[in-house]
């Protein structure tokens, strides 16, 4: 069983390692990463459409790796 929930965290980091890359891509280059974005209009910004969903999906996929993470270390 041990086996099967390594490989389930193996996918689930790829899948979170994705949805992360791509929200990112709309960040205006890497000044974007680091909170140096073009954007001057202000500090806040409202989600909406795709990026709500990709935001999350990203929550949803970091909480269930780590509940199989915590799984992982009771069982071994």
């Keep these: 069983m041990g ?9 689930l ?3 979170l ?3 992360i890359l791509v929200q990112s891509k709309g960040a205006g280059g890497l000044g974007g990463l ?3 974005g073009g954007d001057s209009s202000g500090v ?3 989600r909406r459409g ?3 969903t990709l935001f999350q999906v990203t929550i949803g ?3 269930i790796f780590l509940l199989f993470s915590l799984l ?3 069982l071994s």
């Design 3 to 11: 086996v099967y929930l390594y490989v389930i965290q193996i996918i």
């Design 13 to 15: 980091a790829i899948a």
């Design 17 to 19: 390692i994705a949805v």
């Design 34 to 36: 680091f909170g140096g």
């Design 44 to 46: 806040y910004k409202t």
């Design 50 to 52: 795709v990026e709500r």
């Design 61 to 63: 996929l970091g909480i």
């Design 72 to 74: 992982n270390v009771l």
